[in-house]
């Protein structure tokens, strides 16, 4: 099952229990992430399967897997768009702010 990581060159810092993603050296821009996608980011350390991670979600948001599994599709989607995602194993680990 796939593996998925945060690029390194992106800052982050969580906020209650929101997430605010900071790509400085890619886009430029700045992302608010709510509950769920914040509880997904912090899990894309490269060390998670999707699988892994829509199992955490099942359980810490009493969901069930279908639903789980398309919202982990949206947005690790989403995250591809913007670039924000690693696509080479040998990138440093992401940095907290």
Same mark, same amino acid.
């Given at each position: 099952?796939?593996?998925? &990581?945060?690029?390194?060159?992106? %800052? =982050?810092?969580?906020? %209650?229990? *929101?997430?605010?993603? =900071?790509?400085?050296?890619?886009?430029?821009?700045?992302? &608010? @992430? !709510?509950?769920? %996608?914040?509880?997904?980011?912090?899990?894309?350390?490269?060390? !998670?399967? @999707?699988?892994?991670?829509?199992?955490?979600?099942?359980? *810490? =948001?009493?969901?069930?897997?279908?639903?789980?599994?398309?919202?982990? *599709?949206? =947005?690790? !989607? *989403? @995250?591809?768009?913007?670039?924000?995602?690693?696509?080479?194993? !040998?990138?440093?680990?992401?940095?907290?702010?």
């Amino acid at each position: 099952m796939e593996k998925v &990581k945060i690029k390194s060159r992106i %800052a =982050f810092k969580k906020i %209650a229990k *929101e997430t605010y993603v =900071f790509d400085y050296y890619g886009q430029g821009k700045g992302h &608010k @992430l !709510n509950e769920v %996608a914040s509880f997904i980011w912090h899990l894309l350390d490269g060390s !998670n399967t @999707l699988e892994s991670i829509s199992q955490k979600m099942t359980q *810490e =948001f009493s969901v069930d897997r279908m639903t789980a599994q398309s919202d982990l *599709e949206c =947005f690790i !989607n *989403e @995250l591809k768009s913007l670039e924000l995602l690693s696509g080479n194993d !040998n990138d440093q680990q992401r940095q907290s702010a």
